[in-house]
């Protein structure tokens, strides 16, 4: 029997042993996540172990609602420490969940902690925990995880100010205009910004635009769009326009018209910049209206949608000439059509389908997103994991990621389907080389 998360945990030959060792201390390159950058500007400390993980971690809040821990201990006033006993109660009932295999990895490589959390371990793990974490700090987690670049999330209309280079981790803003799709709440945002009135729908996307330079010029090269499905319909200038102009009583179509004409002018405008474009799709936000109330937004409360119809998403690409595309990455919250969906990618140059996103980055579904997209799309040109994450101890989930890709790719080389030289380069391509080049 193997021991308890030994170093080939995950990692099921030889050969998948051998090929780790070569990713396995590569720098990260964290192309999306939601950390707060202030804690870096301020390399902010943690009270114990429980405020870094349980103060802001909705996987984690999930997981202990569905084993019936009370609300007290997730999102309310209970000590981190008692929190942090009812999650380690919860962890053996968790089998298979991505969380269990997170939070002993991180136990492990943060801590030096090698047995399971449970309600027997969990005082004893907590004392232990805490004493290394008086010397540790936010910014001690980034070069002890090797993070060379962290693309924090940021609105249009974000000042940027703690954005810059921290010892060895370069902390970039992405551009996520989410909030500006529909313009009615918006626009007097933007217009305190600038400064300015905005009178059409050619100013609005100016001023979007502006603030976009604004973000260049403080180091973005990526940028983010989240929504739950594309747009079924595009609109010219002019009829965008006339929905500006009446955006204050908008029924749910033109809402959509207007957000199609918004997203292909803000993609052509990265294309111009060289920016990345990622899009996350097929979620369903805010579902518990009587929790939403209570705990907010981001607060584990978010499903996975419907799936994306491609006919939608070609109905997009097919907005722009491969002159004024940008690179696209797509995200599906749904991968019941991933394979109609990573086909797409083979007829549309820059495009390509990303890492499994949230409710899809377990252990199966990552090892389903690996097949598939090495069977229907390019896996060589695959950008590898990132921590989607508001924790600064989620950097152990690229260790978790390398682990499978590594066992996936040399089971094609021990069935005598693939040679090693290649998978040695292949490997240091996705989790290095190909996310290096997107924000170099």
Not at 341 to 357: C, E, N, S, Y
Not at 359 to 364: G, I, S, V
Request: aromatic letters at 12%; one cysteine or more.
């Amino acid at each position: 029997m193997k021991d308890f998360f030994s170093d080939s945990v995950l990692l099921n030959s030889e050969t998948a042993v051998s090929l780790y060792q070569l990713v396995k201390d590569l720098p990260i390159i964290d192309y999306h996540c939601h950390l707060d950058q202030n804690k870096i500007k301020n390399n902010d400390s943690f009270s114990d172990i429980g405020e870094l993980w349980l103060s802001g971690d909705h996987y984690k809040w999930r997981a202990m609602r569905m084993c019936g821990v009370d609300e007290e201990y997730i999102s309310g006033k209970a000590s981190y420490h008692d929190k942090f006993l009812k999650y380690a109660s919860i962890l053996p009932k968790i089998i298979g969940n991505p969380l269990y295999y997170w939070t002993h990895f991180e136990l492990k490589q943060i801590f030096d902690i090698n047995e399971p959390l449970n309600s027997e371990s969990a005082e004893r793990i907590y004392q232990k925990a805490n004493e290394k974490l008086k010397t540790l700090k936010v910014r001690d987690l980034l070069k002890h995880f090797k993070v060379e670049y962290v693309a924090t999330t940021d609105d249009p209309c974000d000042d940027l100010a703690a954005n810059g280079k921290y010892d060895e981790t370069m902390v970039g803003p992405t551009f996520r205009p989410d909030k500006a799709y529909y313009p009615k709440d918006y626009v007097p945002r933007l217009e305190k910004v600038l400064n300015r009135p905005i009178r059409s729908a050619k100013e609005y996307l100016a001023a979007l635009i502006e603030r976009l330079d604004y973000f260049v010029s403080k180091g973005a090269k990526i940028t983010d769009h989240g929504f739950y499905h594309f747009p079924k319909e595009y609109v010219d200038d002019d009829k965008a326009d006339e929905l500006f102009q009446k955006r204050d009583s908008l029924s749910e179509e033109d809402r959509e018209l207007f957000f199609g004409w918004l997203l292909v002018n803000l993609a052509k405008s990265y294309a111009k910049r060289g920016l990345t474009m990622q899009i996350h799709f097929a979620v369903i936000r805010n579902n518990n209206a009587e929790m939403f109330e209570k705990c907010g937004v981001d607060s584990g409360f978010d499903l996975i949608g419907k799936t994306q119809d491609a006919a939608e998403v070609i109905l997009f690409l097919n907005q722009f000439t491969n002159d004024n595309r940008p690179n696209i990455v797509l995200y599906t919250l749904n991968d019941a059509n991933l394979k109609e969906l990573a086909a797409v990618t083979g007829a549309f140059r820059k495009v390509r389908m990303g890492a499994a996103w949230w409710f899809n980055d377990t252990l199966e579904s990552i090892k389903y997103n690996l097949s598939v997209i090495s069977e229907y799309s390019v896996l060589g040109t695959n950008l590898g994991m990132l921590t989607d994450s508001r924790s600064f101890s989620s950097y152990s989930r690229f260790d978790f990621f390398r682990r499978i890709l590594c066992d996936f790719v040399a089971e094609k080389v021990n069935k005598g389907e693939y040679d090693l030289k290649s998978a040695e380069l292949l490997l240091k391509d996705i989790c290095y080389n190909n996310p290096k080049e997107i924000v170099k």
